[in-house]
């Protein structure tokens, strides 16, 4: 009996042995660090932690934080993204691209606005209110994390939203429903799907998250900074990896969960995603009435208001690289600024690893959607689950299972591990994104180019690649930005040889060098957006070439 069968005669050499790829990075970068972690726990390790009251508070405020930060980001990202897209509200393109700063920006950085901000001696604590108040703790840690995670929010709800078929809006207005009924009835409803995913991937994102915890969150235990707090302070690594497990446990409910809830709601979301002619024309406003007055009033001032804060936090960065001391001396000094240069080791390093992570990651990301959606390979769904399962492990826990197993193995070459743990941690928003964009190309494609003789990597550069340009373009991105950003995932793994921008930024805010901090932040995005712009230029640059060429040449390319 043959455990796996299919046909081999299909399959090329090529693609096999991008299938032994996939597999081999799957077992080397998951499968392998996750078993040398558990197995290094002992049963020591298991009962200190349980019999620890610490523990069981740290989980308790986790889950507290998790649940008031999570929720909202939703409630914030999703008001923001109705504003916007059917708000009436002035401006709106400008609005759209402020939450857009935020996911530029390393994650971490909300914490430290927020005390330029919102500290003791903060700009709209200390200088507009005149108040000596301490917010560090659980309130700081929300205001932070929501800063921080409601992008994610208005980014899924916008798409959702513009996705909505106007037809229907259209229909219940015909009907004689008001703008207030439609909403409850027709676009709450149909925005369900992109709140609960919204909901889940966030909850994901703020249970693991190291940075804003260990900056602002004061006496107040979780269990991402317990974790990393129990090996460097004690060196205890078995209770490092059981506190990662207890946080792993939440997280892999919540990645299960949505993923039960997308299919569930697959349907549903290509009805939403089916616009129709009466869309391409029409005004976002439900069945073309116009929001009221009030409420278009009301919308503008919150959307004002959260963009006003967003826009805040980056000034009180600027500001304070150009402070000598962060409200005390507000003398004007370059001291500050002119310190990076002492870190130019720390943003190449942040930078080439953050390259080579995204292309690994996408090139992987790559091969398992076509191998998953396209192919009738073994183990697809396996693949399809192990591409996407790094999303639930903890940052903290993944760089620490890195870490163990080169120990176990004697490696000990930093910048292949660091590389290595940015591709495996953001491997599955690639791989979402890959498979969104194969998934909407025809597979006649697919069969009309192996009805003339090519195999399947042939027709997988050939013709899904081009066709999938912005989903691939899309993913890198992403995994770019959240390369040179990332802390907890590679906070193990960095050596005196590989020192990283983000590590060496919560050492100094850590160590209350406020400006040098804020300096070493703004130049890692400014350096994050120029290298952006000139990516994003030269892809222009490439479909221009690729027109022109297919003009001179009567080749018609896609787009």
Request: with cysteine; aromatic share 14%.
């Given at each position: 009996?043959?455990?796996?069968?299919?046909?081999s005669?299909?399959?090329?050499?090529?693609?096999?042995?991008?299938?032994?790829?996939?597999?081999?990075?799957?077992?080397?970068?998951i499968?392998?660090p996750l078993?040398?972690?558990?197995s290094?726990?002992?049963?020591?390790?298991?009962?200190?932690?349980?019999s620890?009251?610490?523990?069981?508070?740290a989980?308790i405020?986790?889950?507290i934080?998790?649940?008031?930060?999570?929720?909202?980001?939703?409630?914030?990202?999703?008001?923001?993204a109705?504003?916007?897209?059917?708000?009436?509200?002035?401006?709106?393109?400008?609005?759209?691209v402020?939450?857009?700063?935020?996911?530029?920006?390393?994650p971490?950085?909300?914490?430290?606005?927020?005390?330029?901000?919102?500290?003791?001696?903060g700009?709209?604590?200390?200088?507009i209110?005149?108040l000596?108040v301490?917010?560090?703790g659980?309130?700081?840690?929300?205001?932070?994390q929501?800063?921080?995670?409601?992008?994610?929010?208005?980014?899924?709800?916008?798409?959702?939203?513009?996705?909505?078929?106007?037809?229907?809006e259209?229909a219940?207005?015909?009907?004689?429903?008001g703008?207030f009924?439609?909403?409850?009835?027709?676009?709450?409803?149909?925005?369900?799907?992109?709140?609960?995913?919204?909901?889940?991937?966030i909850?994901?994102?703020?249970?693991s998250d190291?940075?804003?915890?260990?900056?602002?969150?004061?006496?107040?235990?979780?269990l991402?900074v317990?974790?990393?707090?129990?090996?460097?302070?004690?060196?205890k690594?078995?209770?490092?990896?059981?506190?990662?497990?207890l946080?792993?446990?939440?997280s892999?409910?919540?990645?299960?969960?949505q993923?039960?809830?997308?299919?569930?709601?697959?349907?549903?979301?290509?009805?939403?995603?089916?616009?129709?002619?009466?869309?391409k024309k029409?005004?976002?406003n439900?069945?073309?009435?116009?929001?009221?007055?009030?409420?278009?009033?009301?919308?503008?001032?919150?959307?004002?208001?959260?963009s006003s804060i967003?826009?805040?936090?980056?000034?009180?960065?600027?500001?304070?690289?150009?402070?000598?001391?962060?409200?005390?001396?507000?003398?004007?000094?370059?001291?500050?600024?002119?310190?990076?240069?002492?870190y130019?080791?720390?943003?190449?390093?942040?930078?080439?690893?953050?390259?080579?992570?995204?292309?690994l990651?996408?090139?992987?990301?790559?091969?398992?959607?076509?191998?998953?959606n396209?192919?009738?390979?073994?183990?697809r769904?396996?693949?399809?689950?192990?591409s996407?399962?790094?999303?639930?492990?903890?940052?903290?826990l993944?760089?620490?299972?890195?870490?163990?197993?080169?120990?176990?193995?004697?490696?000990?070459?930093?910048?292949?591990?660091?590389v290595?743990v940015?591709?495996?941690?953001?491997l599955?928003?690639?791989?979402?994104?890959v498979?969104?964009?194969?998934?909407?190309?025809?597979?006649?494609?697919?069969?009309?180019?192996?009805s003339?003789?090519?195999?399947?990597?042939?027709?997988?550069?050939?013709?899904?690649?081009?066709v999938?340009?912005?989903?691939i373009?899309?993913?890198?991105?992403?995994?770019?930005i959240?390369g040179?950003?990332?802390?907890?995932?590679?906070?193990?793994?960095v050596s005196?040889?590989t020192?990283?921008?983000?590590?060496t930024?919560?050492?100094l805010?850590e160590?209350?060098?406020?400006?040098?901090?804020?300096?070493?932040?703004?130049?890692?995005?400014?350096?994050?957006?120029?290298?952006?712009?000139?990516?994003?230029?030269?892809d222009?640059?490439?479909?221009?070439y690729?027109?022109h060429?297919?003009?001179?040449?009567?080749?018609?390319?896609?787009?």
């Open positions: 009996m043959k455990l796996f069968t299919f046909d005669s299909r399959n090329s050499k090529s693609l096999i042995t991008a299938w032994a790829y996939v597999a081999l990075f799957f077992v080397m970068f499968i392998l078993g040398g972690a558990v290094s726990v002992k049963s020591d390790d298991i009962r200190y932690v349980f620890n009251d610490i523990w069981k508070t989980l405020n986790t889950f934080e998790c649940i008031c930060s999570t929720t909202l980001s939703v409630v914030i990202g999703y008001i923001f109705y504003a916007v897209e059917k708000g009436g509200i002035p401006f709106k393109k400008f609005f759209s402020i939450p857009l700063l935020h996911i530029i920006m390393p971490f950085v909300c914490g430290l606005s927020f005390i330029f901000l919102f500290g003791r001696q700009i709209i604590t200390h200088k209110l005149g000596d301490s917010l560090y659980l309130p700081a840690l929300v205001i932070a929501v800063l921080c995670f409601f992008p994610i929010a208005y980014l899924i709800c916008a798409e959702n939203l513009r996705g909505i078929n106007l037809n229907l259209k219940a207005s015909v009907m004689g429903a703008r009924k439609i909403f409850f009835t027709v676009t709450l409803p149909l925005s369900v799907p992109a709140i609960v995913s919204s909901f889940l991937f909850a994901v994102g703020v249970m190291f940075g804003n915890p260990l900056i602002v969150g004061g006496r107040f235990r979780v991402a317990e974790l990393y707090t129990q090996l460097t302070g004690w060196l690594v078995g209770s490092s990896v059981v506190l990662g497990l946080l792993m446990i939440p892999l409910a919540l990645f299960f969960l993923g039960w809830f997308s299919k569930k709601n697959e349907k549903k979301a290509s009805v939403v995603g089916a616009k129709g002619d009466f869309s029409v005004d976002q439900a069945g073309g009435q116009k929001m009221p007055l009030v409420t278009r009033v009301l919308l503008t001032i919150f959307v004002v208001f959260v967003i826009l805040l936090q980056v000034g009180s960065l600027v500001v304070g690289s150009f402070q000598k001391l962060w409200g005390i001396d507000s003398t004007f000094t370059l001291k500050h600024i002119k310190s990076v240069v002492k130019l080791g720390e943003l190449k390093n942040s930078v080439l690893f953050a390259f080579l992570g995204a292309v990651s996408v090139s992987v990301a790559i091969f398992s959607a076509y191998i998953v396209r192919t009738d390979f073994p183990l769904k396996t693949i399809d689950v192990l996407q399962i790094s999303s639930a492990i903890p940052g903290s993944l760089g620490l299972s890195f870490s163990i197993m080169a120990n176990k193995l004697n490696f000990g070459y930093s910048p292949l591990l660091i290595a940015m591709a495996t941690a953001f599955p928003f690639a791989y979402r994104s498979s969104g964009s194969f998934m909407q190309i025809s597979r006649s494609l697919d069969d009309g180019s192996r003339l003789g090519a195999n399947q990597i042939h027709t997988l550069n050939a013709i899904l690649l081009p999938s340009r912005g989903g373009l899309s993913a890198f991105i992403y995994n770019f959240r040179t950003g990332t802390l907890s995932t590679v906070i193990f793994l005196f040889d020192p990283l921008a983000s590590v930024l919560i050492n805010a160590l209350g060098e406020w400006g040098k901090a804020a300096s070493l932040a703004v130049v890692l995005t400014l350096l994050i957006f120029v290298i952006l712009f000139a990516g994003l230029l030269i222009r640059i490439f479909i221009k690729r027109k060429y297919g003009a001179k040449n009567g080749i018609s390319f896609y787009k």
